[in-house]
């Protein structure tokens, strides 16, 4: 079974920066992409930044220039370094990915993390 398990939320002032990291386990022949998504109380789910394995990224217009993802192939590992924070950054902070697991018969599937609080107050 894969698994996805977050870690680096917190508390941070305005103005200031935090680093989350997500570590894929299980039987994983190859992942195809990894993304960070978040989620305010009373909004939808929505998409922060991308990146694929070659090292293409996308992001949301909102954390453009504060936000950078990246990822280590070899550990299965991706972080979101996130610095100018706002308190409009706020969110549960959810890693996802799209993986080959073993013995998939080349097939894919998306499995998300249980998530990680952000919280940006004074």
């Known amino acids: 079974q894969v698994r996805l398990v977050e870690s680096g939320g917190g508390l941070v002032q305005p103005g200031g920066s935090l680093k989350l990291s997500c570590a894929a386990s299980?039987?994983?022949?190859?992942?195809?992409?990894m993304a960070w998504y978040r989620q305010a109380p009373g909004t939808e789910r929505e998409l922060v930044a991308q990146?694929?394995?070659?090292?293409?990224?996308n992001y949301a217009d909102s954390v453009k220039g504060r936000f950078t993802i990246s990822r280590d192939n070899a550990r299965n590992t991706m972080s979101l370094q996130m610095n100018s924070l706002k308190p409009e950054d706020t969110a549960v902070y959810y890693c996802?990915?799209?993986?080959?697991?073993?013995?998939?018969?080349?097939?894919?599937?998306?499995?998300w993390g249980q998530g990680t609080q952000v919280t940006v107050s004074s």
């Open positions: 990146i694929i394995t070659e090292g293409t990224t």
């Open positions: 996802n990915a799209n993986v080959r697991p073993a013995r998939s018969r080349d097939v894919n599937f998306v499995y």
């Open positions: 299980g039987s994983i022949f190859r992942i195809n992409s």
